[in-house]
C-alpha cells in the first residue's frame, strides 16, 4: 500500500492505466494454504484495488481517464479439467474467485467514477496461444466456437478499441476474449 501511494505522488494526470498483475497457484485445492490463497488475493484483488485508488484520485481531477483491468474467462466460468488433465497447470479456485472480483470491482467503480468522465472496463481473456504443448491445444480449442486459442493481436484489438476515444460511453463492461468458449 505504501509503494503504490509513494508511486502515485510522482504523477499530476495519469491517462490510463491498466491493471495486469496477476499470480494462481497450482496446489490442489484441498493442499491450499493459507499463505497461498491470501498472497493470489493480495497479487490479483488488492493490487487491483490499490493501483485503481491511486489513479482515480489523479483522474478524478483531472476529468479524465480510463482504467482498463484484466479478469480472466474463469472469473466467470469454472475451468474444465479435461482440458488440463494432469498437467499440473490447473486453475484454481482462488485465482477464479479473484477474476471474478476484478470484474464486480470494474463495475462498482465504473457506475461510481462515470461522472468524472471516467470509463473503467475490463477484458477476459481466454487462453492465449504461447507455444502450449499440442495436446492440451487440441482440447482447449475443442471448447471454443472458433476452435483455437487466441492469438496475441486479438487481446491487443479490444485494447485499441477500449483507449480510443470511441470507446468513450463504453462504461462498467467485461469484455470476453475467448473464440466463444463462455458461450458454451
Known amino acids: 500500500e505504501l509503494d503504490v501511494?509513494?508511486?502515485?505522488?510522482n504523477f499530476n494526470k495519469i491517462d490510463l492505466l491498466v491493471n495486469n498483475a496477476g499470480i494462481g497457484v497450482?496446489?490442489?485445492t484441498l493442499k491450499r494454504t493459507a499463505k497461498e490463497f491470501l498472497d493470489v488475493m493480495s497479487v490479483n484483488l488488492?493490487?487491483?484495488?490499490?493501483?485503481?485508488?491511486?489513479?482515480?484520485?489523479?483522474?478524478?481531477?483531472?476529468?479524465?481517464?480510463?482504467?482498463?483491468?484484466?479478469a480472466s474467462i474463469y472469473g466467470m466460468k469454472s475451468s474444465d479439467e479435461k482440458i488440463y488433465g494432469k498437467s499440473g497447470r490447473n486453475n484454481s479456485e482462488v485465482y477464479s474467485a479473484t477474476k471474478a472480483g476484478i470484474?464486480?470491482?470494474?463495475?462498482?467503480?465504473?457506475s461510481h467514477f462515470a461522472s468524472s468522465?471516467?470509463?473503467?472496463?475490463?477484458?477476459?481473456?481466454?487462453?492465449?496461444?504461447?507455444?502450449?504443448?499440442?495436446?492440451?491445444?487440441?482440447?482447449y480449442s475443442l471448447k471454443t466456437p472458433t476452435g483455437?486459442?487466441?492469438?496475441?493481436?486479438?487481446?491487443?484489438?479490444?485494447?485499441?478499441?477500449l483507449i480510443s476515444s470511441d470507446s468513450n460511453y463504453i462504461n462498467g463492461v467485461?469484455?470476453?476474449?475467448?473464440?466463444?468458449?463462455?458461450?458454451w
Open 5 to 9: 501511494k509513494k508511486f502515485y505522488e
Open 26 to 28: 497450482f496446489t490442489p
Open 46 to 70: 488488492l493490487g487491483t484495488f490499490l493501483m485503481s485508488q491511486g489513479a482515480l484520485k489523479i483522474m478524478k481531477k483531472n476529468k479524465f481517464g480510463k482504467i482498463i483491468n484484466i
Open 103 to 110: 470484474i464486480m470491482m470494474t463495475k462498482y467503480l465504473a
Open 117 to 139: 468522465n471516467i470509463q473503467i472496463n475490463c477484458i477476459s481473456p481466454g487462453g492465449i496461444f504461447k507455444k502450449h504443448d499440442k495436446e492440451f491445444v487440441k482440447k
Open 148 to 161: 483455437r486459442m487466441a492469438k496475441t493481436s486479438d487481446i491487443q484489438a479490444v485494447f485499441k478499441m
Open 174 to 183: 467485461n469484455i470476453p476474449v475467448d473464440g466463444g468458449l463462455t458461450t
